[in-house]
């Protein structure tokens, strides 16, 4: 089973994600953990849908992040990187401002493949999406 590797730490993964997806969305790491990570992202109306709701890409892209980053974090020591192998999720609501948060815990931390499980959570405190994915482990 794989740890907690300590030289990935929030100010290393905000480093990382410069110039890509997750720092367009604006996802900030609040919390790393063995075996979990806390993401959160500010909802602004460049996040919304054309229907003026959060756009269910925005919210995937929050969880997706938050389970990629534990990932990372969690790689067995002679892994260099992972992919997503498959995704899903599950919208129970939605939001169309505040701060969304998005708790990754894992699931299954194998040798070839990692399964974590997220929770977004609305700014009501009411779980809006349930998301699982696959992670598949690169050497």
């Known amino acids: ?3 907690l590797r300590s030289e990935y730490t929030i100010d290393r993964l905000h480093a990382r994600q410069k110039g890509s997806l997750p720092a367009l969305l604006g996802v900030r790491v609040i919390g790393l953990e063995e075996g979990t990570l806390t993401a959160e992202l500010t909802v ?3 996040l ?3 229907n003026g709701f959060l756009h269910a890409a925005t919210v995937i892209g929050l969880a997706d992040t938050a ?3 534990a990932c990372l974090a969690h790689l067995p020591d ?3 990187n992972f992919t997503t192998a498959e995704l899903k999720s599950n919208f129970l609501g939605t939001s169309t401002q505040g701060t969304i948060r998005a708790v990754a815990k894992a699931m299954h931390l194998g040798r070839s493949t ?3 499980d ?3 959570i609305a700014p009501d405190g009411k779980t809006m999406a349930l998301f699982r994915c696959t992670q598949m ?3």
Do not use: D, F, H, I
């Open 78 to 80: 002679n892994a260099r």
């Open 48 to 50: 919304l849908a054309p």
């Open 118 to 120: 997220a929770t977004v």
């Open 114 to 116: 990692q399964v974590w």
């Open 67 to 69: 389970c990629g980053y």
């Open 137 to 139: 482990v690169l050497y």
């Open 1 to 3: 089973m794989s740890k």
């Open 44 to 46: 602004r109306s460049e």
